[in-house]
């Protein structure tokens, strides 16, 4: 049976968020926290296969102990097992530290419930948007990398072979790799599911095993947390709100209109230049 993990992260409702306009940072108080929604996209295709051809799904997130509402979610809607990463010592981290422990803690998830054939992860998160997390864990583990993939094809676990559509700028690339391999998906790949009443009573019951930096005794302490993490912010700002000149045009044909709107951005001189030519 296949052996899929899916890493999400609880982020900040990107519709709540604010700006303090005194020190340009985010408001994090009072804000709620979701799991950023391109990892659902993940998870729900970790599901489908589960549920087409059979898998073992494992959730993990690195984050503070509130995490374990996101990870609840994952188990109400299929997800078999989960796992919490949390420690003073992970605080800080930016990409590179991040993708180091979540690629020590796959490791630790293979050693505990068996070997990992595929994982998945978000194209990106809300809060960070670097879109460095998935491909880092894929080369700290030597796993084939699959990113921007908005459709998975075929999973042939008696060949060992995936097939996925990636969606780039100027078209779709169909690509086939060998497992273990990373993908990072995209909301195109799926519609997410609702939970079903099972799936939230099993969730309501449900304790995440929780592991610390104690968990990892042989992890190098310089390479997580703000120790190992070489990203500086040096500077944020709000962009400056300028006020935009606005004119509604409500005429009776959409000639007559066409005709005003032709006029207001050419100025009446020159449409009627251009008119007379």
């Not at 999973?155 to 690339?173: A, I, M, P, T």
């Not at 993490?229 to 944020?236: D, F």
Request: charged share 25%; with cysteine; aromatic share 4%.
């Amino acid at each position: 049976m296949l052996h899929i993990v899916v890493c999400i992260k609880q982020v900040p409702d990107s519709r709540e968020i604010r700006i303090d306009p005194k020190n340009n940072t985010l408001i994090r108080q009072g804000v709620p926290s979701i799991v950023n929604f391109y990892d659902m996209h993940g998870l729900e295709e970790a599901l489908r296969i589960k549920d087409e051809q059979g898998a073992r799904v494992t959730v993990v997130t690195m984050g503070p102990p509130p995490a374990e509402k996101g990870l609840k979610e994952c188990i109400s809607l299929g997800a078999d097992e989960a796992v919490l990463v949390t420690d003073r010592g992970f605080a800080g981290a930016d990409t590179l530290a991040t993708s180091y422990v979540v690629a020590r803690t796959i490791r630790k998830i293979a050693e505990t419930w068996g070997p990992v054939d595929m994982v998945f992860c978000g194209k990106q998160t809300l809060d960070g948007d670097t879109g460095q997390v998935g491909p880092g864990v894929a080369c700290r583990l030597d796993l084939e990398q699959l990113t921007y993939v908005n459709k998975v094809v075929q999973v042939d676990e008696e060949n060992r072979k995936v097939r996925v559509h990636r969606l780039l700028e100027d078209g779709v690339e169909v690509v086939e790799t060998s497992m273990p391999v990373l993908i990072t998906a995209l909301k195109e790949l799926n519609k997410v599911r609702r939970a079903s009443l099972s799936g939230m009573i099993r969730a309501a019951r449900y304790k995440p095993v929780v592991w610390t930096t104690a968990d990892f005794p042989d992890l190098e302490r310089a390479k997580i947390g703000l120790k190992g993490s070489p990203t500086i912010v040096a500077k944020t700002w709000v962009p400056e709100v300028k006020a935009v000149k606005t004119k509604m045009i409500a005429l009776d044909t959409p000639e007559a209109a066409a005709s005003e709107l032709a006029g207001e951005l050419l100025g009446h001189a020159e449409l009627q230049t251009v008119l007379e030519a």
